[in-house]
């Protein structure tokens, strides 16, 4: 690509700065802008040169980009990898270029992980985990059969394989507590509220008890399609989601989400200073993940004035 067409953030500093090339994988989700905003404002704060390009969720783009980050012999390479697999051999060309590779947010699935120097982001498992327990507590005292729908993010993209089984590991203590039906919704609210408008359609005067989304994008656009259906999300349906974003909590403080588990966006200090370590000859843990929690209705009132996405 031609260099205009890259967001290029000029580091401040008088010395030659370092150079981070960071392939972001699209802008799906008001979570992404977030973690965008992040690492654009971080690389400013750190005087690193940041190269930064959106691959609209195509792993083919970030194949492209990646190439020309080579190519323009950039210090270091980010990555926030749309799907887990296919990996192996762009790693192996930066590699052999030199180029230390970081893995932001997602993961990569490869034969050598000596390919990439660490990653950063979420245990997508744990949080699963978080949205399965909350479940299993608020439906303690009462019998089953409880229904829950799953609303998925990106086929293959290690939140939404992640995210589901740590869910269903969870619930399976229960076997009366059943996912009925599973769909990819990419992790877009117009995709979100589509398909919740299909599943309540499908089954009409019989909805699920639960519907459990894979971010609060979804979960928000599947809200407007359980209102437009006359029924109360978080009441007549209960409503799990991940992230935390500012929409999402303002609909969990106003009842109609009941639990979102957190995942934070704000990678970008986190990953300069990566960076600035790995050209100071460090090493590094092989995975960095950030402190989460879960957000109840009572913490979404306090939290929500403070959210900045
Ligand atoms: O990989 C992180 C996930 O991707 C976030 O949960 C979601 O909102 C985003 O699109």
């Known amino acids: 690509p031609g260099f205009d067409e890259w967001v290029s953030t000029h580091a401040r500093s008088s010395e030659a ?17 977030a973690n965008t905003a992040s690492i654009e404002e971080a690389a400013v704060e750190s005087g690193i040169t940041l190269m ?3 691959a609209e969720q195509s792993q083919e783009k970030q194949f492209e980009v990646i190439r020309s980050f080579i190519e323009m ?24 270029a030199g180029i230390p590779v970081i893995i932001v947010d997602r993961s990569v699935d490869v034969r050598d992980p000596s390919l990439f120097v660490t ?9 699963g985990v978080k949205a399965g327990k909350y479940l299993l507590d608020k439906v303690s005292n009462r019998p089953g059969p409880i229904r829950v729908v799953e609303l998925q993010g990106t086929v293959g993209s290690t939140p939404s394989i992640q995210r589901g089984q740590g869910f269903l590991d969870t619930i399976s ?8 039906y599973s ?20 089954s009409p ?21 359980i209102e437009e259906a006359g029924l109360a999300p978080g009441t007549d349906i209960i409503v799990i989601s991940v992230d935390g974003t500012r929409r999402a909590l303002e609909k969990l403080a106003a009842g109609k989400l009941n639990a979102v588990v957190e995942c934070n966006p704000l990678l970008g200090p986190q990953v300069m200073q990566a960076t600035k370590e790995i050209m100071a000859g460090r090493t590094l ?7 989460e929690d879960i957000f109840t209705q009572e913490r979404a009132k306090e939290e929500l004035h403070n959210r900045k996405f």
């Open 17 to 33: 700065p370092i150079t981070l090339g960071f392939s972001q994988l699209g802008s799906e989700s008001a979570w992404r802008m």
């Open 52 to 54: 930064m390009k959106n």
């Open 73 to 96: 012999n950039v210090d270091v390479i980010a990555i926030a990898p749309v799907v887990e697999t296919g990996w192996d051999e762009i790693l192996e060309e930066a590699a052999q």
């Open 119 to 127: 990653t950063i982001g979420s245990d997508f498992y744990e949080e």
């Open 173 to 180: 203590s229960r076997s009366d507590i059943t996912v009925t």
């Open 183 to 202: 769909a990819f919704a990419d992790f877009t609210e117009a995709k979100g509220k589509a398909m919740m408008q299909q599943i309540l359609k499908q």
């Open 205 to 225: 005067g019989e909805p699920p008890h639960v519907l459990y989304a894979h971010n609060d994008d979804m979960a928000l656009g599947a809200i407007e399609a």
């Open 285 to 291: 843990p092989k995975r960095m993940v950030p402190k």
